[in-house]
């Protein structure tokens, strides 16, 4: 078969599933939650699966994912699992409220959706869209890509789970909420996870959302997340993501953000087959800020895929973009930054930078940061750097007595410092620190997991003292 | 004797820089290295460290009796040779703290001993740093990241100091310093003298061989060691250049 019958026999095969089983799953749902479904299933069969002809695309070539053959369930398979063992957390020091997905169904255990006593709801999507109709039909697919974005236009067709999160106007959430999303079948699965977040006026939050897997089986996870940061609100959103090498993760975030708040995201990509990040920010009031940061560590023939749009509509605000990745063996990826500045967005400052470590002739970056300018008053920059380990620095190392596998950790573990710094959280700061060394050492195994089971005895790391804790 | 170097011939990229040179250190000893620019001074620094590039197309360099023409520069520098650099590298993201623990640490792994306690090498940092007098907050910095010249050169002596090297060779460390670094660098180096460890100073200026004296100086031109001499010899050179070097040797 051609790779585009390859996507297109997959396509038709999403669309005959939703047509057979829509009466029966999708029958319980208020009435326009269905008329997005259908209206995003017929857009998606114009749209089909995006191909390498596609400018956004072009460098992430999908058909190999695309022509596995996949489970689509339309219920949690939660058999045979210790649930409480697979989502054990052990962190130290660092106190989340955890909502567990497995194979993208809430996991079934304490009530699906609580309401804390500050007043924020967290929990179920499913339940929510039933509980709160008045917030879905505010908010619910409000602002993604509705008309254009494939793999948005699908997920809003089957999705049926995911986190949903609503903190009132005021509140501060103490806690960060860990949302921790694993697959673990014994099939091929297709999941299409779908999760609304929404920040009321002058509120805090942290979110950790956590993409793992268990074993070796090809999966195909289609996430959306819908981001709602009302005035002055503050949100410190990070991904974490380890996932097999047979793995595909499209993960399109849809930030929207009021005036004078603030959004962070910070995308650390430890492992994953074949992982696309869109991450999409409009900046919808006057002195917002918002920052996106991201590290990858790639190698054999993974490939990571970074795509950010920056959307400046108001004046004043300031956005910030900085991306490193190491890529090893065949590893391939690709940097995309488009920072678009509308006419009335006067004073915008706006930053890119993607940096990059190759080891091997084999591995390769794609990277392209770029600003769209229509303002006169702005200050913007980017750059990109694509390099290998400076041989100077590897000498001065060694002569100090340093081997050169170490010198080379050193220097690429100094490289991926820069972002994981910004992490402000510190336990977080430091599991992920030590998940980044582990994983330059070739030590991180998706057993190892992200941010779970980290069971595993701490090796003494030689090139390691922390000050702060002598 | 602990650095014998032989008939010493170095290139890079196809082009011989060094040209059979001889030089021999004994235990105890400070050697000057003087001469005019371009002539190998920096070469033969950074083939005796070990620098790949710098390829050894004929000689040897023998140290503590063993040939060490193909060792990696790790294994010298364990061995006990120290280069302090006449540019040192900036290195964004490594602290000095990290940066000599691991260094110590892979020395005594080296040597069979276990890893240094976190408070015996607090207590080492502190001890090492007072003599270079280096404020605290430089060793929580990045290796060199916007240092200016006198730091980073005094960051090279630190680090000296930190190693306890055998045989150090400090490649113009006093270039670029004002006279109180200057004089802070080469205290630090007269308190590391003992009789067991040997330094190679190269250097452009009589001046710093005024603090550190030494019991021999060459002349390097050409490639080669064209004269030898005791401390007076240094003096000769402030004071008339080395254009009679250069006829002597022309002549010769």
């Known amino acids: 078969m051609s790779k585009q019958n390859k996507n297109i026999a997959l396509k038709n095969k999403l669309i005959n599933l939703f047509e057979e089983n829509k009466n029966s799953i999708f029958k319980n749902e208020p009435q326009y939650i269905s008329n997005l479904r259908n209206q995003a299933i017929e857009k998606f069969y114009q749209l089909g699966f995006p191909t390498t002809k596609m400018e956004g695309w072009r460098n992430t070539d999908l058909t190999k994912a695309l022509s596995k053959n996949y489970n689509h369930f339309f219920s949690s398979k939660q058999n045979d699992v210790d649930v409480e063992e697979l989502f054990k957390c052990e962190i130290h020091d660092f106190d989340t409220d955890i909502v567990s997905f497995l194979n993208g169904f809430y996991v079934n255990g304490n009530s699906q959706l609580r309401t804390m006593s500050d007043g924020t709801i967290v929990g179920s999507l499913a339940k929510a869209i039933k509980q709160y109709p008045e917030i879905f039909e505010n908010y619910y697919n409000k602002n993604v890509q509705s008309d254009k974005n494939a793999f948005v236009t699908l997920n809003t067709a089957f999705a049926q789970d995911g986190l949903f999160i609503y903190v009132p106007d005021g509140v501060e959430v103490n806690k960060a909420i860990q949302m921790v999303s694993i697959i673990n079948h014994n099939e091929n699965l297709f999941i299409q996870n779908r999760n609304l977040i929404i920040l009321g006026k002058n509120s805090r939050l942290t979110l950790v959302h956590c993409d793992d897997s268990i074993n070796q089986q090809s999966s195909f996870n289609n996430s959306v997340t819908e981001i709602f940061v009302e005035e002055n609100a503050n949100l410190d959103h990070y991904k974490l993501q380890n996932l097999n090498n047979d793995s595909t993760l499209i993960n399109s975030t849809f930030v929207y953000q009021k005036a004078g708040s603030n959004a962070s995201t910070n995308s650390i990509t430890l492992n994953g087959g074949l992982i696309r990040n869109d991450t999409f920010v409009k900046l919808n009031g006057q002195m917002c800020d918002a920052n996106v940061y991201g590290v990858y560590l790639m190698d054999k023939t993974q490939h990571i895929d970074n795509h950010v749009f920056i959307d400046h509509v108001e004046p004043n605000c300031s956005s910030n973009e900085l991306f490193k990745g190491i890529l090893d063996e065949d590893a391939t990826g690709v940097f995309n930054g488009h920072v678009l500045v509308r006419r009335n967005a006067q004073k915008t400052r706006a930053f890119q930078s993607n940096k990059n470590i190759l080891l091997t002739d084999t591995a390769s970056i794609d990277t392209q940061p770029f600003l769209e300018i229509y303002a006169d008053d702005v200050k913007c920059g980017h750059g990109a750097t694509v390099g290998q380990l400076d041989t100077e620095a590897m000498f001065y190392l060694r002569s100090r007595g340093i081997t050169e596998a170490n010198a080379k950790l050193l220097l690429m573990y100094a490289f991926a410092a820069e972002v994981i710094n910004k992490i402000s959280i510190k336990p977080l700061r430091d599991r992920i620190d030590d998940m980044v060394k582990k994983r330059l050492r070739g030590e991180l195994s998706i057993c190892d997991k992200c941010v779970l089971h980290c069971g595993s005895p701490a090796k003494e790391i030689h090139f390691d003292i922390d000050m702060s804790k002598v | ?252």
């Open chain 2, 1 to 252: 004797m602990l650095l014998n170097i032989r008939n010493l011939h170095v290139s890079i990229e196809g082009k011989e820089i060094v040209k059979g040179l001889d030089l021999s250190v004994n235990n105890g000893e400070v050697h000057a290295i003087m001469g005019p620019n371009g002539t190998g001074k920096s070469t033969l620094a950074l083939a005796i460290a070990g620098k790949g590039e710098y390829t050894i197309t004929q000689g040897e360099i023998i140290y503590k009796g063993k040939n060490i023409n193909n060792m990696p520069p790790e294994d010298r520098a364990r061995e006990g040779i120290f280069l302090g650099f006449q540019y040192p590298v900036e290195i964004p993201g490594v602290s000095i703290t990290n940066f000599m623990r691991t260094a110590i640490n892979e020395h005594r792994e080296y040597k069979g001993l276990p890893p240094i306690s976190a408070p015996e090498f607090l207590a080492k940092m502190e001890d090492k740093k007072k003599l270079v007098e280096i404020q605290s907050k430089l060793t929580n910095r990045s290796v060199n990241e916007g240092f200016s010249g006198g730091e980073k050169k005094k960051n090279e002596i630190f680090q000296m100091a930190m190693l306890e090297p055998t045989l150090s060779i400090l490649d113009e460390t006093d270039s670029g310093l004002d006279i109180d670094a200057l004089r802070v660098v080469a205290n630090g180096v007269n308190k590391l003298r003992t009789k067991e460890n040997a330094f190679v100073i190269i250097t452009h200026y009589q001046r710093l061989l005024e603090y550190i004296v030494p019991d021999f100086v060459h002349v390097l031109y050409d490639g080669r060691i064209v004269k030898s001499g005791g401390k007076r010899l240094a003096v000769e050179l402030e004071e008339k250049g080395y254009d009679w070097i250069k006829k002597e040797f022309e002549m010769n």
